[in-house]
T-cell receptor, first 116, second 113 residues
């Protein structure tokens, strides 16, 4: 298993600003992911955070809007840029600790973002 | 592309009654299936997972799920629910060999006293 922390846990931001969310894991992990959970909806994968290289984005998500860093095997950041009210969501990071694709994902507690 | 359907957005049930939360996925050669629970203001916690083998999977907190390949379903059940089971439940599927999860829209289970 893995213990995952996210900072901040919640924030209220103004339109047009940017927020960087941090994800810290207590052990080295093979994979790290970022998800968005819009109000009343399910989780949507934003991107896979790749260590030492550019993140792999899913359809509908772009690097200019959601830049991601992963400098090592235990830490990643997601920035939500030039925010609008539509970006109000819960942002969650998840990790996989094993090397098999069937290894479960462990989720962080999420960052609740409100954009005014 | 893989998809997951959770037909019930909300399920109210009285305490100590049985419950079934339904999940269907689009057909694939080989999939892994998961149920996660999300308590209010918390992250997701894995309840159980199906990888292969026995079609009946037992998880934490007394939950179990049955994999039915012919019906492409993975319904979650509990014979007797508690107030503390009130939460959002998400079904997820991934094609074997990939890490990418596709989540259903979730079912909000509300246990009534």
């Amino acid at each position: 298993s893995a213990v995952i922390s996210q900072k901040p846990s919640r924030d209220i931001c103004q339109r047009g600003t940017s927020l960087t969310i941090q994800c810290q894991v207590d052990s080295q992990v093979t994979m790290m992911f970022w998800y968005r959970q819009q109000p009343g909806q399910s989780l949507t994968l934003i991107a896979t955070a790749n260590q030492g290289s550019e993140a792999t984005y899913e359809s509908g998500f772009v690097i200019d809007k959601f830049p991601i860093s992963r400098p090592n095997l235990t830490f990643s950041t997601l920035t939500v840029s030039n925010m609008s009210p539509e970006d109000s969501s819960i942002y969650l990071c998840s990790v996989v600790t094993g090397v098999r694709s069937y290894n479960e994902q462990f989720f962080g507690p999420g960052t609740r973002l409100t954009v005014l | 592309a893989q998809s997951v359907t959770q037909l019930d957005s909300q399920v109210p049930v009285f305490e100590e009654a049985p419950v079934e939360l339904r999940c269907n996925y689009s057909s694939s050669v080989s999939v892994y299936l998961f149920w996660y629970v999300q308590y209010p203001n918390q992250g997701l916690q894995l309840l159980l997972k199906y990888l292969s083998g026995s079609t009946l999977v037992k998880g934490i907190n007394g939950f179990e799920a049955e994999f039915n390949k012919s019906q492409t379903s993975f319904h979650l059940r509990k014979p007797s629910v508690h107030i503390s089971d009130t939460a959002e439940y998400f079904c997820a599927v991934s094609d074997s060999g990939t890490y990418k999860y596709i989540f259903g829209t979730g079912t909000r289970l509300k246990v009534l006293a």
